[in-house]
């Protein structure tokens, strides 16, 4: 099951930067923190992932606690386009492991 | 940028039926998955496949349930007498980069 506790919903001002918590209080060490979003029903789509240091690329950023039990995802400057489900996920860094999707954050960014 | 690609998009059938549904996986990626989405609720795991062989399975995924690889791009889920509740979007996922999955558009599956 997902290890991982989101809100459930947030709204973000168009232009602004919007920050989605997770909790991942038990993470193993070998595990890494990855971020989805789902844009209505189409497919989860990669955003980033890290596992102890702070990672940007060109969608995001990641940052992670120091202890590792908590993280953020910042989209810098949220769109009407970044109207979606978030999902933040936990997983050994394995190829054949599955994703674990929990119910993730609805994120409304509002014009 | 290369990307997964599922068909058809939506599949309408009728309870007790056969359903193939197909995806072509990004080439060169080694692994693949199938995941279902039920309206409203969460992506669920189904499968995944390494080496022509099922590496691991969900509990969903029962003997209605089969996958194949039958030639070097496609990988096709099989539901062989499908029921309502196997309404669903059904995802398509291979791996690229690392082990970062990439996922297709989906079918929506309606049964009738």
């Known amino acids: 099951d997902a290890k991982t506790t989101q809100p459930p919903s947030m709204d973000c001002a168009e232009g602004r930067a919007a920050n989605l918590p997770c909790n991942h209080s038990t993470i193993s060490g070998n595990e890494y923190v990855y971020w989805y979003r789902q844009i209505h029903s189409q497919g989860p789509q990669y955003i980033i992932h890290?596992?102890?240091n702070n990672e940007t690329n060109e969608m995001a950023s990641l940052i992670i606690t120091e202890d590792r039990k908590s993280s953020t995802l910042i989209l810098p400057h949220a769109t009407l386009r970044d109207t979606a489900v978030y999902y933040c996920?936990?997983?050994?860094?394995?190829?054949?492991?599955?994703?674990?999707f929990g119910t993730g954050t609805s994120l409304t960014v509002i014009p | 940028e290369p990307e997964v690609t599922q068909t058809p998009s939506h599949q309408v059938t009728q309870m007790g039926q056969e359903v193939i549904l197909r995806c072509v996986p990004i080439s060169n990626h080694l692994y693949f998955y199938w995941y279902r989405q039920i309206l409203g609720q969460k992506v669920e795991f189904l499968v995944s496949?390494?080496?022509?062989?099922?590496?691991?399975k969900s509990e969903i995924f029962d003997d209605q349930f089969s996958v194949e690889r039958p030639d070097g791009s496609n990988f096709t889920l099989k539901i062989r007498s499908t029921k309502l509740e196997d309404s669903a979007m059904y995802f398509c996922?291979?791996?690229?980069?690392?082990?970062?999955?990439?996922f297709g558009p989906g079918t929506r599956l309606t049964v009738l």
């Open positions: 496949f390494y080496n022509n062989e099922i590496s691991e």
């Open positions: 996922a291979s791996i690229w980069e690392a082990d970062t999955q990439y």
């Open positions: 890290g596992l102890k």
């Open positions: 996920i936990v997983r050994v860094r394995k190829p054949g492991n599955q994703f674990y």
